[in-house]
């Protein structure tokens, strides 16, 4: 009796199992290496499907990992999926979801060149295959992960393979109707996960479970907003207002706002955003975005004027230790400013901590203060050139003002320009992946990365802030779904050792930021250095005036306030308020002086030359003594001191030691005294008539 009881109990144990397996819900994931878990330490747990499976639970989902190492989709491949016993064993294994990512191994030499033509026929009839299986199940394919640049075929037509396969699958998935999961974003934004630069680590494939889990599901942890929303929040005036965010798929958004009630739905991939009509500046407005399960209600929303100020520590410089700093903090405080602050996690002179280092990523490296009034109890930690460019925009625009700080102490540019870009020319891929003491990174730069890093990254993956894209991926991109109408820049102090290659980057910067912003006449105006004795700080301010001749750009002179050790000059509310006038006279189309004498070109005159300047009313100098650090070089380029007389706004340079110049340069001494000033006192410009000097 109990041998018959105990076989019954183990039958419906049996049967009630077999029902529970039935009755779950197959995911097969169909790949190459990536899905297989190459490389992964412990690839039967930490592999993406396994990860997925962790997160779908056992209870509803069987996810199977049918991953080939090395299989192409083209099926005159070199290694084609189809040939596999992984693709055999996808077939019988009757899927109820199936998900695609295959191609990485298509984008090589060995196979792109001579079989492109047939990807997308290939992808298609493959699709079709599994749609067509017993089960019918639902199928949904992917854009690659990355493949980054210091792959040894990036360069050799696998970046244009690349992008050609990106755009093919997009094709591929509106022709066949099936969902479109983007992998490619944003474990672009993570190369430290891609030690080889094509196959991601435990970290990465996290990444990936989560996306593909979120594609199944719909469940993309509900409503939520951007970084820059909140309480106090300033929103451009006189453009379109995106209000965006995420949500879990198919929830209905509303947005009520200036006596508006809008609807959307959550996309896909969780995205959602509702149009507003422009507006004027003015009070704040309430704003409440809600779905059916949870709501976000902001009770102060400005319209106005919103800028972005970046760059390293003289952006970031503080306005309590700005020169006459309490009475900053007493006299120009101003209710319609407000700040909002990102700052650094990790910025350091030692070895970073592993608590620092596990902040030196692209999702966690920036803590973010909210936007805040400009009183006395916010205003002391934010930066002094920024509030003081606000603060004079303000007094003059009479509406609100939204400023943005995210600058980081001792950042070169290659740290704020997008991977995008900078895996584009040769030179700019070898700052992304020769980091260790490269030769064309700043001295400094290098050992401060050495010095905080010392081999630490091997526990913890991660990257330093002043590594290529790192800022850029942290702190600029997240912003680009917000529109602002300006950018002031204050950097360079750690790129003054490259010249030319600053004058690439900073170029590259300009660029960059306005295609993401997709503003292409977005206003960018920077500091020129100021004075300092370090050997090529004459030479960079010249070259930075050069960069005036990119269109919607504005330098403000600083070498008049300088000082001949202190990379860190106080006078920062005279660099805020130099700005200042360069964007109401140029943006906001205010009739006011904003620049000092720019050089403009020279004549020979026998033994003299006649030097010609733009913003030259009133030419003098600020003292009333003789023009200061001033030469003159013949057809030899061997500079002397000269002599300078100022007639009709005209500066006429000679000296007895050159009886055929042909050449001058001013203020072009690493710490300069130059004193020459039009009639509004603002500085002339560092020049030399020699080109790339």
Not at 152 to 170: D, K, P, V
Not at 308 to 332: I, Y
Not at 350 to 371: I, R, S, V
Not at 612 to 626: A, M, Q, Y
Request: hydrophobic share 35%; aromatic share 12%.
């Amino acid at each position: 009796m109990y041998q018959i009881k105990h076989y019954s109990i183990l039958i419906i144990t049996l049967l009630t199992a077999y029902y529970i397996q039935a009755q779950k819900i197959k995911v097969a994931c169909i790949g190459d290496s990536v899905t297989f878990g190459l490389g992964i330490e412990d690839r039967n747990h930490n592999a993406y499907p396994a990860q997925l499976q962790e997160l779908l639970g056992s209870t509803s989902y069987q996810v199977s990992n049918f991953g080939h190492s090395g299989a192409t989709l083209f099926k005159q491949g070199h290694k084609p999926y189809w040939n596999t016993e992984s693709y055999k064993k996808s077939l019988e294994f009757t899927p109820d979801i199936v998900i695609i990512h295959l191609g990485l191994n298509d984008q090589g030499n060995n196979n792109w060149p001579q079989h492109k033509e047939e990807f997308v026929t290939d992808y298609l009839e493959l699709i079709t295959i599994y749609k067509n299986l017993p089960s019918k199940p639902q199928v949904m394919i992917c854009k690659m992960t990355p493949t980054f640049s210091g792959h040894h075929w990036f360069e050799e037509g696998m970046r244009e393979s690349f992008l050609e396969i990106q755009h093919n699958i997009e094709h591929i998935a509106k022709t066949a109707h099936v969902a479109l999961i983007n992998l490619h974003e944003p474990l672009y934004r993570f190369p430290e996960y891609f030690p080889d630069n094509l196959h991601p680590t435990k970290e990465g494939t996290a990444i990936i479970a989560q996306k593909i889990y979120s594609a199944i599901t719909g469940d993309y942890g509900g409503l939520k907003l951007p970084i820059l929303y909140g309480e106090q929040m300033v929103l451009q005036r006189n453009k379109t207002i995106n209000f965006n965010g995420t949500a879990n798929y198919n929830d209905t958004i509303t947005v009520e706002f200036n006596k508006q009630i809008k609807h959307t739905t959550a996309q896909f991939d969780g995205t959602w955003d509702i149009p507003f009509n422009a507006m004027k500046a003015g009070d704040p407005y309430p704003l409440k975005i809600y779905t059916k399960d949870s709501s976000i209600f902001i009770n102060k929303v400005y319209i106005g004027e919103v800028w972005l100020a970046s760059g390293q520590s003289n952006m970031a410089f503080k306005v309590s230790q700005t020169e006459h700093a309490s009475n900053v903090l007493k006299d120009s405080l101003n209710d319609d400013v407000f700040i909002f602050s990102m700052n650094g996690k990790a910025l350091s002179d030692k070895q970073f901590t592993p608590t620092e280092l596990g902040h030196c990523n692209a999702g966690d490296y920036f803590q973010n203060t909210g936007w805040q009034s400009a009183t006395k109890e916010h205003l002391g930690n934010f930066s002094a050139v920024a509030y003081a460019f606000a603060y004079n925009l303000q007094k003059q625009l009479q509406i609100p003002i939204g400023i943005i700080c995210n600058a980081v102490g001792g950042s070169p540019t290659q740290s704020w320009v997008s991977r995008e870009t900078m895996e584009q020319t040769h030179e700019t891929i070898d700052l992304l992946n020769d980091t260790h003491l490269n030769p064309m990174v700043d001295t400094w730069v290098s050992q401060r990365i050495h010095k905080n890093l010392n081999g630490i990254t091997k526990a913890i993956k991660a990257r330093h802030p002043y590594q290529p894209t790192f800022l850029f991926d942290a702190g600029i991109r997240p912003l680009t779904n917000y529109p602002i109408n300006g950018v002031i820049w204050y950097q360079g102090e750690s790129n003054a050792e490259h010249v030319q290659l600053h004058s690439k980057l900073f170029n590259r910067l300009v660029s960059d930021w306005r295609h993401h912003w997709n503003l292409p006449e977005l206003p960018f105006y920077y500091v020129q250095l100021s004075s300092i004795n370090r050997p090529t700080w004459g030479i960079f301010r010249n070259s930075q005036r050069q960069l005036m001749e990119i269109p919607y750009t504005g330098m403000a002179v600083t070498l008049d306030v300088g000082h001949p050790t202190n990379v860190h000059p106080n006078k920062k509310w005279v660099v805020g308020t130099r700005l200042s006038y360069i964007a109401l006279a140029k943006t906001y189309n205010i009739n006011r002086p904003y620049s000092g004498p720019l050089f403009d070109y020279i004549n020979i005159n026998n033994s003299k030359l006649e030097v010609h300047f733009t913003f030259s009313e009133g030419l003098k100098t600020n003292d009333g003594n003789p023009v200061r650090d001033i030469q003159i070089a013949g057809k030899d380029k061997r500079f002397v001191e000269a002599k300078a007389q100022i007639r009709n706004n005209v500066l006429i340079v000679w000296s007895e030691k050159i009886k055929d110049p042909r050449f001058v340069k001013y203020a072009c001494s690493p710490y300069s005294q130059g004193n020459l000033v039009n009639q509004h006192d603002l500085p002339a410009s560092t020049f030399t008539t020699i080109n790339n000097e």
